[in-house]
């Protein structure tokens, strides 16, 4: 069982930066799989990036790359998101997300933490 706590959300102006953090329980964290998804009002909830247990492959939606970047800290149990030169549109609820291999699906979600970006 792994539980998932996301930080580090808020209002920023658009060309800003913030930094996500996820924090997860468990003393497997490093087996995992991490990532993060978003959801923005009206809309489906959509994939962002997602980083493998080793830190050593990530993979990023189009609309966020070379603008974001996901990281992690295995001895921290933390996976992060710098987000920079933020844009309206990247406006949601991001979500941090656990799942055993990159062919599972993701079976641990966190509670989501808003991101807000004004124009």
């Known amino acids: 069982q792994v539980q998932l706590v996301e930080s580090g959300g808020g209002l920023v102006q658009a060309g800003g930066s913030l930094r996500l953090s996820c924090a997860a329980s468990?003393?497997?964290?490093?087996?995992?799989?991490m990532g993060w998804f978003r959801q923005a009002p009206g809309k489906e909830r959509e994939f962002v990036a997602r980083?493998?247990?080793?830190?050593?492959?990530?993979y990023y939606a189009d609309s966020v790359k070379g603008r974001f970047t996901i990281s992690r800290d295995n001895a921290k149990n933390t996976v992060y998101l710098q987000m920079n030169s933020l844009k309206p549109e990247d406006t949601a609820v991001y979500y941090c997300?656990?799942?055993?291999?990159?062919?599972?699906?993701?079976?641990?979600w966190g509670q989501g933490t808003q991101v807000t970006v004004s124009s």
């Open positions: 997300a656990a799942r055993y291999t990159l062919h599972s699906e993701y079976a641990y």
């Open positions: 468990g003393r497997t964290f490093s087996n995992y799989v």
């Open positions: 980083i493998i247990g080793s830190g050593g492959s990530t």
